[in-house]
T-cell receptor
Framework: GQQLNQSPQSMFIQEGEDVSMNCTSS?????WLWYKQEPGEGPVLLIA?????ELTSNGRLTAQFGITRKDSFLNISASIPSDVGIYFC?????????????FGKGTLLTVNP | DADVTQTPRNRITKTGKRIMLECSQT?????MYWYRQDPGLGLRLIYY???????NKGEISDGYSVSRQAQAKFSLSLESAIPNQTALYFC???????????FGSGTQLSVL
């Protein structure tokens, strides 16, 4: 099946620092989604991207749909302690009724106050 | 109240026991999914359903079964639990025609 390579696997940063993470694939995706999972909770959707080159922001978070359609990036600016969690990318390849998502393995973010 | 509710939140059981995990939703979505999360492995799809009585296998369906008797409910069963089924299980819903998934809070299952 399709695979998404998400990196880094984990990050340990100081409060106030900027964060970057990415997902890459050998396959072309039509949609990219970024989720955040906080301890004891399910993943929550942060940003959805639908077009190659698209750049979308949600507060301090910015995500980009790579122009090759094989990658996506998530940046967090001026990190705060509540940014702690696991960030997942997810991609959808097909159209029509194929709405199943493929998930990356996640990036564990720790923010030191 | 949560839109996607999973019960129980935690369960400890013994090898060989039959276990059922429940998921109910008030979002009115037609599609429902069961995922399993293991540390370092991300989310892996077990089963999914696009409508009542519709059942489809995901990438790791062996050892699991599901039931979708009503649009709002999707249950996951482990017929004979084994220790490597110890994991965090998530139910998710999706509105047909869209791609966004909405997750429950998860069920932590431990098989001893």
């Amino acid at each position: 099946g399709q695979q998404l390579n998400q990196s880094p696997q984990s990050m340990f940063i100081q409060e106030g620092e900027d964060v970057s993470m990415n997902c890459t694939s050998s396959s072309i995706f039509n949609t990219w989604l970024w989720y955040k999972q906080e301890p004891g909770e399910g993943p929550v959707l942060l940003i959805a991207l639908y077009k190659a080159g698209e750049l979308t922001s949600n507060g301090r978070l910015t995500a980009q749909f790579g122009i090759t359609r094989k990658d996506s990036f998530l940046n967090i600016s001026a990190s705060i302690p509540s940014d702690v969690g696991i960030y997942f990318c997810a991609g959808r390849m097909g159209g029509g009724s194929n709405y199943k998502l493929t998930f990356g393995k996640g990036t564990l973010l720790t923010v030191n106050p | 109240d949560a839109d996607v509710t999973q019960t129980p939140r935690n369960r400890i059981t013994k090898t060989g026991k039959r276990i059922m995990l429940e998921c109910s939703q008030t979002k009115g979505h037609d599609r429902m999914y069961w995922y399993r999360q293991d540390p370092g492995l991300g989310l892996r799809l077990i089963y999914y359903s696009f409508d009542v009585k519709d059942i489809n296998k995901g990438e790791i369906s062996d050892g699991y079964s599901v039931s979708r008797q009503a649009q709002a409910k999707f249950s996951l069963s482990l017929e004979s639990a084994i220790p490597n089924q110890t994991a965090l299980y998530f139910c998710a819903t999706q509105l047909g025609g869209g791609e966004k998934l909405f997750f429950g809070s998860g069920t932590q299952l431990s098989v001893l």
